[in-house]
Every structure is written in C-alpha cells, then in structure tokens.
C-alpha cells in the first residue's frame, strides 16, 4: 500500500499565473476530497469525487478552481489566474466508503506560495 | 450549516498528566473522526465514530461520541511528550462533506 501521493508537493508561482496539482489515491479507494488548509486553521472542504463522479463542488473556493478525476482514479485540482490569498497547503485524501465509515487517508499536501 | 467547534484551541500538560479535549458541532450527524497532525505533515486518522455512545481506546488516547449533545471527547491519559501534535475533530455533513474544528494544539512538558 503506497499511501496517497500528491505531485508537486510545493509550488511557487506569480500571480495570475494557473497552477495544477495531482492526487494519486489509495488504489482501492472509490471517494477523493480535495482541502486547503492555512496556517493554524483545520482543513478547509473543496470538493470530493465518488469513482468519476464530482457530487459536491459548491464549496470549491471561486470560479477560477475547478477539479476532475477522469476514469475515477487520479484527480487534478487547477487553480486559475491565482492570488496571493490562494498560498496554503492543499491537501488530497481518500477513502472507500462502507461500514467502517468514511475514514479518509490523506498526502502529504502540496504547499503553494504566489508571490 | 454545520459548524464544528474545538476547545482548548492551545493545551499545554505536563507529562504523567490528564486532559481532555472537546469537539461540539451545531447540526446532526453521528459520524465523527479524530485526526492528528505534527507539524509540517499531513493528517494521521486515530479514531472512527460511528454511532451515539461509541468509545474508542488506543494506547493512552479515548474518543467518546455522544451525538445527542452533538458533542465527542479526546481524553488523554498520563501524556508522554510523544503526543505533542495538532489534533482535529471533523464532523461528516449530510452531503458526505468533511468539516473539521480549528484543532487543539498540545505540547506536552517534562
């Protein structure tokens, strides 16, 4: 079991300027959320996938962040035109939904600055 | 909307001592997560808590749930330095969101 993987695990870039990020889940897993979480806060809720299924992004930040998971398994998160305000650790998790719960497994985050 | 609160938001506990940390959240759910998180890392799961009453026990952390009082406890017993980290109750929403308290941030001191 690899774990969650991210890609890149920090990001620098200019304002205005679209930054991507990748999430590798659990293989096995069916469910994918993507968070953001700023110094001293908990994790923020974005968006979550079920397989290739996006069933909840009204919480995604504004229009210029959108998600996919094609094929149900690796998912991208996009950033456009990014702000200052966007720098924070966005974190991927997964988890397969069941009996136990919905315990999520998380990456190790990607961390993004825009200067 | 839900809302999760934490309290203490900073815990500062001598070794050998007990302590407990409290998660409220304002609407009805009776699926409630522990996290921890060190610094710089991302989040490990400690317990899952899936029903009114469940208790959970590893090592000398507890998780309660009392989905009546909307309310689940972290107790720590006899803490060593080793515990020292964040940790996060999240609450599941009625739209399989994750919302997650503030944290409580724990030092422990010789």
């Known amino acids: 079991d690899t774990g969650v993987s991210q890609d890149p695990r920090h990001k620098i870039t200019k304002r205005g300027q679209n930054v991507t990020f990748r999430c590798d889940p659990i293989s096995e897993h069916n469910r994918l959320y993507w968070y953001r979480q700023t110094l001293g806060q908990g994790p923020e809720f974005l968006t979550y996938f079920q397989n290739e299924a996006q069933l909840e992004k009204s919480r995604l930040l504004s229009d210029r962040f959108s998600a996919e998971r094609p094929k149900g398994s690796f998912s991208t998160l996009e950033i456009q035109r990014t702000e200052q305000g966007d720098s924070a650790m966005y974190l991927c998790a997964s988890s397969l939904l069941g009996l136990a719960g919905n315990e999520q497994f998380f990456g190790p985050g990607t961390r993004l600055t825009v200067l | 909307e839900l809302k999760v609160e934490q309290n203490p938001l900073f815990l500062s506990m001598q070794e050998g001592k007990n302590y407990t940390i409290y998660c409220n959240y304002s609407?009805?759910?009776?699926?409630l997560y522990w996290y921890r998180q060190d610094p710089g890392k991302s989040l490990e799961s400690l317990f899952v808590?899936?029903?009114?009453?469940a208790v959970k026990q590893e090592g000398r952390l507890m998780a309660s749930l009392d989905t009546k009082a909307r309310l689940s406890t972290l107790h720590i017993t006899a803490a060593v330095h080793d515990l020292s980290a964040t940790y996060f109750c999240a609450v599941e929403g009625n739209n399989n969101d994750m919302r997650f308290g503030a944290g409580t941030r724990l030092t422990v001191k010789p």
């Open positions: 609407t009805t759910s009776d699926r």
């Open positions: 808590l899936l029903s009114n009453g």
